[in-house]
């Protein structure tokens, strides 16, 4: 992938670097501890490494090598969540049922407001409106 931001892959789709909602943060450190609905929304509940650009970085306390927050990934409008285990037929709120919990390895942006989260949980794909980071307070 090229440096220059406006860039994507071969493939059409964006990877998580270049989606400013993500920006200095590092999500291939990050961790999902939850996924739930939140009306129409996904909000999937993570620990979320923090790099030294982001405003709310915080040096790490002696313990620890770096900055984790707890943050909330929210997509609104979720209509749709694919991965291993869910069914064609099932609703979002069935499907998030069986998502599992980890570390995460990647987001991409797919065509057709298409999302493709993938980590310790397997592959999710996710149709929804573009994503939103929260961090949470401590």
Not at 7 to 23: H, K, P, Q
Not at 104 to 119: T, V
Request: proline content about 5%; glycine content about 8%.
């Amino acid at each position: 992938m090229s440096e220059n931001k406006t860039m994507v892959n071969l493939d059409g789709s964006t990877d998580w670097r270049l989606l400013r909602e993500f920006a200095a943060v590092d999500l291939t450190s990050s961790f999902v501890l939850s996924w739930h609905l939140e009306g129409a929304a996904l909000c999937i509940d993570i620990d979320v490494q923090l790099t030294p650009d982001h405003p709310f970085y915080e040096e790490p306390r002696p313990a620890e090598k770096v900055c984790i927050r707890p943050a909330l990934i929210e997509f609104p409008h979720a209509r749709r969540i694919e991965s291993e285990g869910v069914s064609d037929s099932q609703d979002v709120a069935a499907a998030i049922a069986v998502l599992g919990l980890g570390a995460i390895s990647g987001l991409r942006r797919l065509a057709g407001g298409r999302y493709e989260l993938e980590g310790e949980f397997g592959i999710v794909m996710i149709a929804a409106d573009r994503p939103i980071l929260r961090l949470k307070r401590r």
